[in-house]
């Protein structure tokens, strides 16, 4: 962890908690609210590990012994709730680690700051029961709830929270970060970039990952040649993609870039803007043999096969129909 330098984007909310820090304006509960992998938990981290430096400064120092326990997660004043079931955090949990625990003083830093992540999955009871502590907490309590789903969470959880909702970022930061901090070349930072979606956590697991670059190009290698597939040859490919079910939802996100970039070359004939750049030989060639409604049926079909698995239909019969309909010229 290395402060607020670490953060991409989001620069309204650094400055808005810096200043909170720098004025001693700072609340005793805030809302991370944002998709996954827009680096809510990285964020509540640094300003936690801000609030608790010797200096009390806008910025971690990462010297002082707060700091380094901050980084390596063992400074007793940061609390991170934790939860046995998958789905929900239950009003025993929150009350033992929280609101009983938040009564005892800081044993070495000026705050005690709680830490909920996966906050919306707090039961309506363990919310109402947080509720009295959120309104009169203790001068050093800090609480901030973090989550995916801020319908999760109740109005009156809501209005006595400081809100700040944490925005995809822009394609080309998320790039620019590959790149320059993880040396990811520019070809590969782009198709990590675009597959991620605004998420920097996605897109770090995607570039840091080797089975992400194989099922890359195990893409590439299917939709440059689907079109021409005898329907043996498609059937091969659907038990391939079987064996891996649980990467079947990258590799439709993977496909669902390939044809974007197939309708936006026919549309505009320019290179610049497509994901697989390196690719403009096959892209160029299915362009002028797809017509624009064909393609857009083919972006159709994605939606349609990711709905259905998700509704739990036959995976072969999903597959078989997406690629009857790529097929189709």
Not at 276 to 284: L, N
Request: glycine share 4%; proline share 3%; net charge negative.
């Amino acid at each position: 962890m290395e402060g607020f330098g670490e953060i991409i984007g989001h620069e309204k909310i650094v400055a808005h908690l810096q200043n909170a820090i720098v004025t001693d304006k700072v609340s005793h509960a805030y809302i991370f609210s944002g998709g996954q992998g827009t680096g809510k938990k990285l964020l509540a981290s640094v300003f936690a590990m801000t609030l608790q430096c010797e200096r009390k400064e806008e910025k971690p120092c990462l010297q002082c012994e707060f700091c380094k326990r901050a980084m390596n997660k063992n400074h007793p004043d940061i609390i991170r709730i934790t939860h046995e079931k998958l789905a929900t955090i239950s009003i025993e949990e929150i009350r033992r680690q929280l609101i009983n625990d938040i009564a005892v003083k800081p044993y070495m830093g000026p705050y005690k700051i709680y830490i909920v992540d996966e906050a919306d999955k707090l039961t309506p009871q363990a919310q109402n029961a947080l509720l009295k502590t959120i309104e009169e907490p203790p001068a050093y309590g800090i609480i901030l709830l973090l989550t995916r789903n801020i319908d999760g969470l109740l109005p009156t959880i809501i209005s006595r929270c400081v809100r700040l909702d944490l925005k995809m970022l822009p394609d080309y930061q998320v790039k620019e970060y590959l790149m320059d901090r993880l040396h990811v070349p520019d070809y590969q930072a782009e198709i990590d970039a675009s597959f991620a979606q605004g998420s920097i956590g996605k897109a770090k697991q995607a570039a840091s990952s080797e089975e992400f670059a194989k099922m890359t190009q195990d893409a590439i290698r299917i939709l440059k040649y689907a079109g021409d597939m005898d329907v043996y040859e498609l059937i091969d490919v659907i038990k391939e993609l079987s064996e891996e079910k649980d990467a079947i939802y990258n590799y439709l996100d993977l496909f669902l870039l390939w044809f974007r970039d197939v309708l936006m070359f026919k549309a505009t004939r320019e290179v610049d803007h497509l994901v697989f750049k390196q690719e403009i030989g096959s892209i160029r060639e299915q362009a002028r043999e797809r017509s624009y409604e064909g393609i857009e049926k083919i972006l159709d079909a994605l939606g349609k096969a990711k709905a259905r698995l998700k509704a739990n239909v036959n995976f072969d019969l999903v597959m078989e129909l997406l690629f009857l309909t790529i097929r189709e010229k």
